[in-house]
């Protein structure tokens, strides 16, 4: 399985910006797929996930993005993206697209519900 991010860049605060994860290997409508950030001297922290298409297709946002954040699936693409509008500096950090093999029904907002990890796109908001 192989994830590549895509988008990131510099933007000024109240800007928007657009991910974009493309996905092989998996058929990402079949999957849980997730969000995570990690910024400089910070742990990995969730961002929103959304639950696989036969489980209904639910999203969940981490309470600092809820509301500027969008996360949406591309079935014939195969790719899931990150709408991200109103920046704040403290987005700034590098954003990973995760897949994960189970569907848990919890909330799946921590990283070990995941199994595969794009490499990362790095997102700097400034003023």
């Known amino acids: 399985v192989q994830l590549q991010a895509s988008g990131g860049g510099s933007v000024q605060t109240g800007r928007s910006l657009r991910l974009s994860c493309a996905a092989s290997g998996r058929t990402l409508t079949r999957h849980a797929v997730a969000w995570f950030r990690q910024a400089p001297g910070k742990e990995r922290e969730f961002v929103t996930y959304?639950?696989?298409?036969?489980?209904?297709?639910?999203?969940g946002y981490a309470d600092s993005v809820k509301g500027r954040f969008t996360i949406s699936r591309d079935s014939a693409k195969n790719t899931v993206s990150l709408q991200m509008s109103s920046l704040k500096f403290e987005d700034t950090a590098v954003y990973y697209c995760?897949?994960?093999?189970?569907?848990?029904?919890?909330?799946?907002?921590?990283?070990?519900?995941?199994?595969?990890w794009g490499q990362g796109t790095q997102v700097t908001v400034s003023s």
């Open positions: 959304m639950r696989r298409s036969g489980s209904g297709g639910g999203t």
């Open positions: 995760a897949v994960a093999e189970r569907n848990i029904a919890r909330p799946m907002t921590r990283a070990d519900d995941y199994d595969y």
